[in-house]
């Protein structure tokens, strides 16, 4: 019997793992390729005057902050939820609030990194606006091709 308990918090354990690292990715990996590419297209092919260069570079200072914030209210939601899993061994009523936490964090970061893009969207010309566009809808639909 103990043996059968090992190995079923193994698997949890593994999977909470598993878990963990897709998160991560989500919330870290995905966000950079796509403001490299952003960042790019806004300091090197827009043209923007030095006072939309000085907009932009506060909305960035403001939201790279905020979204390191958010990052660490990520980890810490995942180690709630690593420790919920750990007590109940199973899914349980501790383990779906702490995955309740972790996706209200996620949603967070996505509602404030779409507020960044469009108050930078907000300092573009209507020609760099529609760049800016097509760039983003790029980003974010690049892995559904």
């Known amino acids: 019997m103990p043996s059968r308990r090992l190995l079923l918090v193994a698997i949890i354990a593994f999977a909470a793992a598993i878990a963990g690292v897709f998160v991560g ?3 870290s990996d995905a966000p950079k ?6 960042h790019a297209l806004l300091h090197g092919e827009l043209d923007l005057t030095k006072e939309q260069q000085a907009r932009i570079e506060r909305i ?8 390191r914030a ?3 209210e990520m980890r810490a939601a995942n180690v ?3 420790q919920a899993i750990e007590a109940e061994h199973g899914y349980g009523p501790q383990v779906t609030k702490a995955i309740d936490e972790t996706h209200e964090v996620m949603g967070d970061l996505q509602k404030e990194t779409l507020q960044h893009l469009f108050a930078m969207r907000g300092v573009l010309s209507p020609d760099q606006a529609e760049m800016f566009d097509k760039s ?5 639909t690049a892995d559904a091709q």
């Open 136 to 140: 983003v809808v790029k980003a974010l």
């Open 60 to 67: 960035e200072a403001d939201f790279t902050s905020r979204r």
């Open 70 to 72: 958010l990052e660490l």
């Open 25 to 27: 990715r989500v919330v």
């Open 33 to 38: 390729a796509n403001e490299t590419e952003l």
């Open 80 to 82: 709630r939820l690593a």
